[in-house]
């Protein structure tokens, strides 16, 4: 499976959106460099709250492109680091991918997937009815479906620019399902 990287983000502060960068470099056991959740342990504030001490899994924000296609079918114009995340790809089902899977970027970065965001109150703010396209629930089982990304940690460190390929390599088999992070 491959794909492409359509656009980088990053921000220096906490704010809800990234602007969008021609690179950004990401840095191995710590996420994106110059980045306000970067860090071996946790870097959401609402993560922080809970427990400062937990490791940070959640170090790079991954989005799909098509993503804002679904969106703009339902009324809302989004555009690529405005969900505040750090990578958007194109071609790749990220929220199908298994837990640990590989993320091969560009020549040579290498973040892994630990799981689905857990998206929250602050995408009504940024656009009134958001939240609701992003989380749902499955009409056969009644379990909730995150659609706001991934996130994953960094193996391996180096730059990342739109154009970029992505390649997936998928961990061993028995795959464990996307949790929310």
Known sequence: MRGTVTAVSSNGEYAFSKPNRPAIT?????GVEGDVHAGVTVKHRSRVAQDPTRPNLRQVHLIHEE?????AAAGHTVASGELGENIT???IDLLGLPA???LRIGRGAVIEVTGLRN????????????LKQVVGRDEETGEVVRKAGIMGVVRTGGEVR?????EVELPDE???PLQKV
């Open 67 to 71: 993503l804002f296609d679904d969106l």
């Open 174 to 176: 028995p795959h464990r």
């Open 100 to 102: 640990g899977t590989l």
């Open 119 to 130: 998206p929250c109150l602050q995408i009504d703010a940024f656009q009134n009815g958001l």
């Open 162 to 166: 739109p154009g970029d390929p992505v």
């Open 89 to 91: 790809t194109r071609g």
């Open 26 to 30: 990401l840095l191995a056991g710590l």
